[in-house]
């Protein structure tokens, strides 16, 4: 007989988690360490009294804003390069609910995230229950089959030893690098307090090895056929290269071969700045020097990429005819696409055997200045966005599509005199270079994209794959649980700020040094370009009272610094270029949080290089620039490729 030990479903949870490790190129990780809750009437009793009684040696962090937590453990686990994670609980009904927005945004991004919402009585005895949603054409839906479609692994636990089988599967999806995703376990109210005499051996420590496979040798041999015709490759460094640890293997690869790299989102840091064949990022959001090289290219060699349309500028950017796309990833779905000649495995452990292929080969590329004086070019962009200054009444902003009154407004309001990249270039200039920044949507990711350089690997922490508002202030948590010796700088927009910042509280209560930087435009401001350069007006973008169907009247300032101060922050309220940088210096000596108000000129971000972006224009319009505009993006659909 097996030994067993009697104890309720949420204890077992606990003493589960505390005894998971992973095991990479033979170093093993704790797996679990912290577990994030908002205790509500679903969850206290149940998984609370479980981690009051004996949270083994994991530590209970006390979450403000369920989706913000989940940011919090997303990007905790993303800065550990997936070999750590945080798992959340939330109570039944809402709490649950605001938990799918950054199950989302994990399963986008390939970051493993395990959820645990409170969900109704197994019995129904009580039913209907507090916050529970009755679905009269089936009583088994709750709130939480809202997870299905976000999530790599779901499951419901309405029987105790159901149990042992969900949770061994979470970790089978967990620790998976080509599958790996949101994970959600749905517990019943009562199951959780339910008892079962559970066998010792389900709580013995687990090693989760994650492994390196190589493609296939006839998948290798496919790609070095066509990479030893190619005179001008491009390599697109994807996230996948970040979380192989393989930046350096592909920089050894791009020089020994002289093939050019440009990063995505995910992958900007995998690889240093300063690597002669870095272009900085591609697409959408990419650099001159990305996408002037993409588009001649007629080898696309993408490692570890999700090929998303910021990527590819909607599968427009590359336009030799004669172009041919090979894909290096481990997950088979990614490889697949543009049609791509595929090899599955470990990005580190398969460009390793490529290189080897192409050494016999004796393989080089055919550039000569090409790669050199696109780099050259853009560094001049780059040191005229870092140089541009507010100069008064005739002041240009590099967005021409705007509201007249905006710009004078603004400065006349706030006296701020910042443009959105000096701010940029200033604060790359003035912080540590081994500090990480973080940023999500809104207008930052794309600037940060092409002028953010860092030699830090993973120095750069974007969740770009979902473009999730409100990500950026608990990320700072997150990274800064991940590293706790370096400095941490979210660099978030004040609408983004708006929507999610109620993390603050914990970041103050775990005594977390962080900093906050918002740039603060008044609005929305990249979707008022989309919507302006499109043939749109300026509508429910800019912060702007209005008359109940338009914003007609005057700019709204808002005080983020008395919000900071209000939570117990060090504040700053950052006017120029001056007091940015005294600013930023003065933070270095700070022991506490900080937040950093920046007066932002809008429509002093930048502007597209060589890209294009397929957005849902309007066929047919009363106004002449809707139509117009649907000109251009009808011949643009036109030249890109169709799958």
């Known amino acids: 007989m097996n030994k067993t030990t009697r104890m309720t479903t949420a204890q077992a949870i606990v003493r589960f988690l505390d005894n ?29 009294e479980a981690l009051d009684s004996d949270p083994g040696s994991l530590k209970v962090l006390q979450g403000r804003n369920e989706q913000g937590m989940c940011h919090v453990a997303t990007a905790y686990s993303k800065q550990n390069n997936r070999r750590k994670i945080i798992p959340c609980a939330s109570s039944i009904g809402p709490g649950a609910a605001n938990m799918v927005t950054a199950c989302a945004t994990a399963t986008v991004n390939n970051i493993p995230l395990l959820v645990f919402p409170a969900d109704t009585f197994a019995s129904r005895q009580p039913d209907p229950v507090l916050q529970q949603l009755e679905q009269s054409n089936s009583l088994a839906t709750t709130t939480n089959d809202a997870f299905k479609p976000v999530c790599k692994y779901w499951d419901r636990v309405s029987r105790p030893e159901m ?30 307090g339910e008892a079962f005499d559970f066998p010792d051996y389900f709580f013995k420590k687990r090693v989760h090895r994650i492994t390196r496979p190589v493609a296939a040798p006839e998948e290798l041999d496919d790609l070095a056929e066509i990479i030893k015709d190619a005179k001008k490759p491009l ?57 002037i090289i993409a588009k001649d290219t007629d080898v696309v060699i993408a490692i570890g990429s999700r090929l998303s349309d910021f990527t590819t500028s909607s599968k427009h ?80 902003p ?90 941490v700088y979210a660099v978030v927009g004040d609408s983004s700020f708006q929507m999610l910042h109620s993390e603050i509280m914990t970041i103050m209560q775990e005594r977390q040094k962080v900093n906050i930087l918002i ?96 957005v849902g224009q309007a066929q047919v319009s009363g106004k002449k620039s809707v139509v117009e505009a649907w000109e251009e993006v009808k011949k643009a659909r036109e030249e890109a490729r169709a799958y």
């Not at 061994?168 to 959780?192: F, H, K, S, W, Y």
Request: glycine residues 10%.
């Open 20 to 48: 998971q490790y992973v095991l990479m190129d033979g170093v093993e990780t704790k797996f679990v360490e912290s577990f994030f809750t908002i205790f509500g009437h679903g969850i206290a009793v149940g998984l609370g």
């Open 235 to 291: 390599v697109i460094v994807g996230g996948g290269v970040r979380y192989s640890e393989a930046g350096e293997t592909v920089e050894k690869f791009c020089a020994e071969f002289k093939i050019p790299f440009g990063e995505s989102q995910g992958g900007k840091s995998a690889c240093k700045s300063s690597d002669p064949y870095c272009l900085g990022g591609i697409g959408v959001t990419g650099t001159y020097a990305s996408n």
């Open 163 to 192: 149990l042992m089988s969900a949770l061994i599967n979470a970790m089978r999806v967990l620790t998976d690098p080509a599958e790996t995703g949101a994970c959600c376990i749905a517990l019943p109210q009562d199951v959780e």
């Open 317 to 396: 950017l590359f336009r030799n005819p004669q172009v041919q796309f090979v894909t290096i990833n481990n997950c088979r779905y990614h490889a697949y696409k543009l049609d791509a000649v595929k090899a599955v495995g470990d990005a580190k452990a398969t460009v390793k055997a490529l290189s080897e292929r192409l050494r016999k080969l004796d393989y080089q590329s055919s550039y000569t200045n090409e790669i050199v004086d696109a780099k050259a070019k853009w560094d001049a962009e780059m040191q005229h966005l870092g140089n541009i200054e507010y100069t008064g009444d005739d002041f240009e």
């Open 519 to 614: 740039f603060d435009n008044c609005g929305f401001g990249c979707i008022n370009n989309l919507e302006m350069t499109h043939g749109i007006g300026s509508l429910a973008t800019e912060f702007r009272y209005t008359d109940g169907k338009k914003p007609c009247g005057d700019l709204i300032p808002v005080d983020y610094a008395k919000i900071g101060e209000g939570y117990g922050l060090k504040t700053y309220t950052c006017k120029t270029i001056a007091e940015l940088k005294a600013a930023l210096e003065d933070a270095k000596k700070q022991e506490i949080a900080c937040l950093f108000d920046l007066k932002v000129i809008p429509k002093t971000m930048t502007d597209g290089y060589e890209s294009w972006w397929n």
């Open 398 to 487: 590099m967005i021409k599509a705007r509201d007249p009154r905006t710009v004078p407004e603004f400065v006349e309001l706030t006296d701020g005199k910042i443009t959105q990249t000096a701010a940029l270039y200033t604060i790359r200039e003035v912080i540590d270079e081994n500090a990480t920044l973080i940023t999500a949507g809104g207008s930052l990711p794309s600037c940060l994209q092409r002028m953010w350089t860092t030699d830090k690997r993973g120095g750069y922490h974007a969740e770009y794959g979902y473009s999730c508002m409100g990500y950026e202030v608990a990320a700072a948590l997150g990274v800064k649980f991940a590293q706790p010796n370096d400095e």
